[in-house]
């Protein structure tokens, strides 16, 4: 009888350990650096044209951990172009525990739309976010205060997952690092008083075509205010495809494409409708090298009769994958109103802690 009594309090002891550890570590910390050398004969950058530039360092810092095993938590602070610290994203999420077996979020984050919108451009094999999402979502990203929820639907072997939310909604409007003077910042206040909500909303089905094989299929939705002293809203709307073939873990192949339709209000009850879309090719190889092209296309969001197209090769190498990547990406740009150029761009990305400066 002893020894039980003394097993059962010692199990007790190890239980009541491992949870009360569970519920306080440490959350994980990484900080993501991203330095480039570029050149480029760009007309309207004289000052750097056919030179060899270095740009300013960016940096990421990432913490990331789980709140208890039903919930996690999730922050990036980032250093853009020499700014001051801005938080990027910080949110909650709530991945099991509710009926239906629903997932909740709630935070400022990097919306859902599409399939490369949630990822930081320096997991991005062609380095620069896509000619339509620049011009559509902005150099940050479609991203807003939300509260989002998602469910699994009942679709047997395949995987459909349906979410919406409920946005801030100024998920359109130009946000600046720094603000210009004090008015400007006086008339963002005034403007942020008013409750603009946006919606957003999503539907993707994951379809197995053979054992080592996978396509994708999405649907986005999104609607916010641009302009809140005209209570002005935009809205948008996209499809999107991905093929993933990954026979093992040095190889893979990933194609995908997605179209987008802007749809603007303006004054005097007019409308501007504007279109775009990509379409890339990655192969990885030997686990540390990709090599892959992209092609791009994007109407002016204000201005359909104004559009650019990008063509781009990109290379990459991944010594060690778990902290450093070396990218090459070389580009053709021709905008519809004046002559075409062309850029190159050396980037050297670097991750200390668990979170990878890229995708594998």
Request: include cysteine.
């Given at each position: 009888?002893?020894?039980?009594?003394?097993?059962?309090?010692?199990?007790?002891?190890?239980?009541?350990?491992?949870?009360?550890?569970?519920?306080?570590?440490?959350?994980?910390?990484?900080?993501?650096?991203?330095?480039?050398?570029?050149?480029?004969?760009?007309?309207?950058?004289?000052?750097?044209?056919?030179?060899?530039?270095?740009?300013?360092?960016?940096?990421?810092?990432?913490?990331?951990?789980?709140?208890?095993?039903?919930?996690?938590?999730?922050?990036?602070?980032?250093?853009?172009?020499?700014?001051?610290?801005?938080?990027?994203?910080?949110?909650?999420?709530?991945?099991?525990?509710?009926?239906?077996?629903?997932?909740?979020?709630?935070?400022?984050?990097?919306?859902?739309?599409?399939?490369?919108?949630?990822?930081?451009?320096?997991?991005?094999?062609?380095?620069?976010?896509?000619?339509?999402h620049a011009e559509f979502?902005?150099?940050?990203?479609?991203?807003?205060?939300?509260?989002?929820?998602?469910?699994?639907?009942?679709?047997?072997?395949?995987?459909?997952?349906?979410?919406?939310?409920?946005?801030?909604?100024?998920?359109?409007?130009?946000?600046?690092?720094?603000?210009?003077?004090?008015?400007?910042?006086?008339?963002?206040?005034?403007?942020?008083?008013?409750?603009?909500?946006?919606?957003?909303?999503?539907?993707?089905?994951?379809?197995?075509?053979?054992?080592?094989?996978?396509?994708?299929?999405?649907?986005?939705?999104?609607?916010?205010?641009?302009?809140?002293?005209?209570?002005?809203?935009?809205?948008?709307?996209?499809?999107?495809?991905?093929?993933?073939?990954?026979?093992?873990?040095?190889?893979?192949?990933?194609?995908?494409?997605?179209?987008?339709?802007?749809?603007?209000?303006?004054?005097?009850?007019?409308?501007?409708?504007?279109?775009?879309?990509?379409?890339?090719?990655?192969?990885?190889?030997?686990?540390?090298?990709?090599?892959?092209?992209?092609?791009?296309?994007?109407?002016?969001?204000?201005?359909?009769?104004?559009?650019?197209?990008?063509?781009?090769?990109?290379?990459?190498?991944?010594p060690v994958e778990e902290?450093?990547?070396?990218?090459?990406?070389?580009?053709?740009?021709?905008?519809?109103?004046?002559?075409?150029?062309?850029?190159?761009?050396?980037?050297?990305?670097?991750?200390?802690?668990?979170?990878q400066p890229h995708n594998?």
């Amino acid at each position: 009888m002893a020894r039980t009594l003394l097993f059962i309090f010692i199990l007790i002891s190890v239980i009541n350990g491992a949870v009360r550890g569970q519920t306080s570590l440490n959350p994980d910390l990484s900080v993501v650096g991203d330095i480039r050398l570029f050149s480029h004969n760009d007309s309207l950058r004289l000052d750097e044209s056919e030179e060899f530039n270095l740009s300013t360092p960016e940096m990421e810092l990432v913490i990331a951990g789980y709140l208890n095993p039903y919930a996690r938590a999730d922050a990036v602070i980032a250093w853009h172009e020499g700014a001051n610290a801005e938080v990027e994203e910080i949110y909650a999420t709530i991945l099991r525990g509710l009926p239906l077996g629903m997932n909740l979020r709630a935070g400022k984050y990097l919306l859902e739309f599409g399939r490369l919108n949630p990822v930081h451009p320096h997991a991005h094999s062609f380095i620069y976010r896509p000619l339509p999402h620049a011009e559509f979502f902005g150099d940050e990203g479609l991203r807003d205060m939300a509260v989002r929820i998602s469910f699994l639907l009942p679709t047997g072997k395949i995987y459909t997952e349906l979410m919406g939310a409920i946005l801030k909604g100024d998920l359109f409007e130009v946000h600046e690092h720094e603000h210009e003077n004090e008015a400007d910042t006086a008339l963002e206040e005034e403007a942020g008083d008013k409750a603009n909500p946006g919606f957003f909303g999503r539907l993707t089905a994951s379809i197995p075509v053979s054992k080592y094989s996978e396509l994708a299929l999405g649907g986005s939705f999104v609607s916010g205010i641009y302009d809140p002293h005209e209570n002005l809203r935009a809205y948008l709307g996209g499809v999107d495809i991905k093929f993933k073939w990954k026979p093992d873990r040095n190889r893979s192949l990933t194609v995908e494409a997605e179209g987008l339709l802007s749809h603007r209000k303006i004054e005097d009850r007019n409308t501007i409708d504007a279109c775009g879309g990509y379409g890339y090719i990655d192969y990885r190889f030997r686990q540390k090298y990709n090599l892959g092209g992209i092609i791009e296309y994007a109407q002016n969001k204000l201005d359909s009769e104004s559009d650019t197209w990008r063509i781009a090769g990109f290379v990459g190498f991944a010594p060690v994958e778990e902290t450093s990547l070396l990218r090459f990406v070389g580009n053709w740009t021709k905008p519809s109103d004046r002559d075409g150029y062309w850029s190159l761009t050396l980037q050297l990305v670097f991750s200390l802690g668990p979170h990878q400066p890229h995708n594998f």
